[in-house]
Structure formats: structure tokens, C-alpha cells
């Protein structure tokens, strides 16, 4: 699909495509936890790609796809964020894999410990993949 300049198409993002992803200054509009389901998820303003500043300007313009981010089979969600306005992600962080507490209900062997680095503080969550 084409729009404005861009050749979108759809994908999937998973775990699997970890190292590829970089979520830095993507926006985080919302958050919710599903107990039903085991869910955390977020709101995003996914960054597709950042163009260079028209001959003249000084303004870099920048292509966003809303995509609702989720973590399947988490636990321990801790959320320590200061701002005022705009939470926006640095970094996301995948550590310590282990066994997963909700294997026997989702299926899932392995979960880690993830780290979403926001300015202002952070999310920490255990999650088997997103």
C-alpha cells in the first residue's frame, strides 16, 4: 500500500524480530492490563520512518502507524514514570529468560523480563513475548 511518499505494508511484529525493532522516541498514548487474558498492552505511535528536513527547513518529518502493542502471559508489572506530558520510549530491554508462571494456561515455556526505558522512568514487566 502506498501513502503520502511511504510503501506501507502490514506486519506482524513478535519477539522474534527483537533485534531488528527500535521503539526510540515512539509515543505512548495509553496502557491497559487484561487479566482475562493475561495482557499488558500499549498505544502507540510507532515511528515508520523519519525523512530529513525539506531543502529550506529545519524540520524532520516523520511517518506513524498506531499500532496497539501487547505482551502475552505477563505478571509484575511495575509502572515508575514522572512527566508532565508526553511519555515517549527510549529503549526496550529483553533480560533474563526463564521459565514462564502461566505456561500450564498459555502454552508459552519461556518468559523474560522486559524493560520499557521511557523519559522519565520505566515500565518492568515479565512477559513471555509480545
Known sequence: MQ???????????DE?????????????????FFPESIE???DLDFIVKSMHP????NTIASGFLPPL?????????AVDLE?????????????????TRHGKVTGEETEWSWTIVCQ????????SGF
Do not use: Q
Open 83 to 99: 512527566t508532565d506530558s508526553i511519555v515517549e520510549i527510549d529503549e526496550l530491554k529483553r533480560e533474563s529468560p526463564g521459565l
Open 3 to 13: 501513502e503520502n511518499g511511504l510503501e506501507l505494508e502490514t506486519v506482524k511484529w
Open 120 to 127: 522519565g522512568g520505566a515500565i518492568r514487566l515479565w512477559a
Open 16 to 32: 522474534t524480530g527483537f533485534d531488528a525493532l527500535n521503539l526510540h522516541n515512539c509515543r505512548v498514548l495509553g496502557v491497559a
Open 40 to 42: 499488558f498492552a500499549m
Open 54 to 57: 525539506a531543502r529550506g527547513k
Open 69 to 77: 502493542w501487547s505482551f502475552g502471559n505477563c505478571h509484575g508489572i
